[in-house]
Nanobody, 114 residues
Framework: QVQLVESGGGLVQPGGSLRLSCAAS????????MGWYRQAPGNQRELVAR???????NYADSVKGRFTISRDNAKNTVYLQMNSLKPEDTAVYYC????????WGQGTQVTVSS
């Protein structure tokens, strides 16, 4: 049974930082391209960062230079370091494979507000 559990969200002021974590179980994690997605109210879910099994990263233009995706295959965990946060980064953040063919987890809420 596949399970994705996100954590690390919260309320942060503009310019602040957060580190999200996603623990995966039930998949051969080290072979998968993993990604972080986000969904803001009224918007579709979008992919913001992905990391291949070989270590290649890609980012959405909106987060490039501010977010960093990484993984620890020994812990079956993928991370998203978010710096210089902006109010428009406010969303529920999810992890999944890329493409996203596993059941979605509950996500973690990130709110950027003063």
């Amino acid at each position: 049974q596949v399970q994705l559990v996100e954590s690390g969200g919260g309320l942060v002021q503009p310019g602040g930082s957060l580190r999200l974590s996603c623990a995966a179980s039930g998949i051969i994690f080290r072979l998968k391209t993993m990604g972080w997605y986000r969904q803001a109210p009224g918007n579709q879910r979008e992919l913001v960062a992905r990391l291949t099994s070989g270590g290649i990263t890609n980012y959405a233009d909106s987060v490039k230079g501010r977010f960093t995706i990484s993984r620890d295959n020994a812990k079956n965990t993928v991370y998203l370091q978010m710096n210089s946060l902006k109010p428009e980064d406010t969303a529920v953040y999810y992890c999944n494979a890329v493409p996203s063919f596993y059941p979605w987890g509950q996500g973690t809420q990130v709110t950027v507000s003063s």
